[in-house]
């Protein structure tokens, strides 16, 4: 008997069904089937059978070809087990993650997502365009940069513009993104960031900056600084002149 010959394990996940329908209607049979070996290493093996009649034209067995692919099963299942570690680690990533092509977006994180203030992934990908995120003056050089990498004319890029969140209102992002090939065609993926609250301690501190020059221009007294060596490195125009 075939399944005596090959040692079928009766846990296997697939074979044994569809030989038995096989065996009972007459089709060809074309699975694929988990055995386990004498040894009881288990193995999975690839069925292309045809059905066997005698002169009478009754069913008596199948007639089958049979290949060992447990090498190129394994390597799917190490491939979905490296899959599904990189997109739980990518899923948690406050950060925005995202994949562009052809305009649209055919993946973004949960990040992503709270960044621009929609309620999950799903509200943008494949129903988004890029365009729609990004404010109406940055527009044209987002998307030439977009054109360039998908293009091959440049493999990375790293830049910021003015974005728009879901109910409209402007901030500011950091991009950093690069070219490469998603489902067989060019695509961008990149990483996204919130910066608005460091571009508004950015804004605050020059303009601290600005006020602490301009009382130190003013000033009647004469200011200075030196490094360690004595050596002058700024003055005031009231020390210019006390100095002669």
């Given at each position: 008997?075939?399944?005596?010959?090959?040692?079928?394990?009766?846990?296997?996940?697939r074979?044994?069904?569809?030989?038995?329908?096989?065996?009972?209607?007459?089709?060809a049979?074309?699975?694929?089937?988990?055995?386990?070996?004498?040894?009881?290493s288990?193995?999975?093996?690839?069925?292309?059978?045809?059905?066997?009649?005698?002169?009478?034209?009754?069913?008596?067995?199948?007639?089958?070809?049979?290949?060992?692919?447990?090498?190129?099963?394994?390597?799917?299942?190490?491939?979905?087990?490296?899959?599904?570690?990189?997109?739980?680690?990518?899923?948690?990533?406050?950060?925005?993650?995202?994949?562009?092509?052809?305009?649209?977006?055919?993946y973004?994180?949960?990040?992503?997502?709270?960044?621009?203030?929609?309620?999950?992934?799903?509200?943008?990908?494949?129903?988004?365009?890029?365009?729609?995120?990004?404010?109406?003056?940055?527009?044209?050089?987002?998307?030439?940069?977009?054109?360039?990498?998908?293009?091959?004319?440049?493999?990375?890029?790293?830049?910021?513009?003015?974005?728009?969140?879901?109910?409209?209102?402007?901030?500011?992002?950091?991009?950093?993104?690069?070219?490469?090939?998603?489902?067989?065609?060019?695509?961008?993926?990149?990483?996204?960031?919130?910066?608005?609250?460091?571009?508004?301690?950015?804004?605050?501190?020059?303009?601290?900056?600005?006020?602490?020059?301009?009382?130190?221009?003013?000033?009647?007294?004469?200011?200075?600084?030196?490094?360690?060596?004595?050596?002058?490195?700024?003055?005031?125009?009231?020390?210019?002149r006390?100095?002669?």
């Amino acid at each position: 008997m075939f399944f005596s010959t090959l040692h079928y394990s009766r846990r296997r996940l697939r074979g044994e069904d569809e030989i038995e329908q096989t065996l009972a209607t007459g089709l060809a049979l074309e699975c694929e089937a988990e055995v386990v070996r004498p040894d009881r290493s288990r193995h999975w093996i690839t069925l292309c059978g045809e059905p066997t009649r005698d002169s009478a034209g009754d069913l008596v067995g199948l007639h089958d070809t049979v290949r060992d692919i447990t090498v190129r099963r394994q390597a799917e299942m190490d491939l979905r087990e490296s899959e599904s570690r990189y997109r739980f680690l990518v899923e948690q990533f406050l950060a925005g993650i995202y994949i562009i092509q052809d305009g649209r977006f055919r993946y973004v994180n949960p990040g992503f997502a709270a960044i621009f203030r929609y309620g999950s992934p799903g509200e943008l990908i494949e129903r988004v365009s890029f365009t729609e995120l990004v404010a109406p003056e940055d527009r044209e050089r987002v998307a030439e940069n977009i054109r360039r990498r998908v293009a091959g004319e440049i493999s990375d890029m790293h830049y910021m513009f003015k974005a728009l969140r879901g109910d409209g209102s402007p901030f500011d992002v950091e991009v950093h993104g690069r070219a490469f090939e998603y489902q067989g065609r060019p695509a961008v993926i990149g990483m996204l960031l919130d910066i608005t609250e460091r571009k508004l301690a950015e804004a605050a501190l020059a303009e601290r900056e600005a006020g602490y020059r301009a009382v130190i221009e003013t000033a009647a007294d004469g200011f200075w600084m030196a490094d360690d060596q004595g050596r002058l490195l700024a003055v005031n125009d009231a020390y210019v002149r006390r100095s002669g």
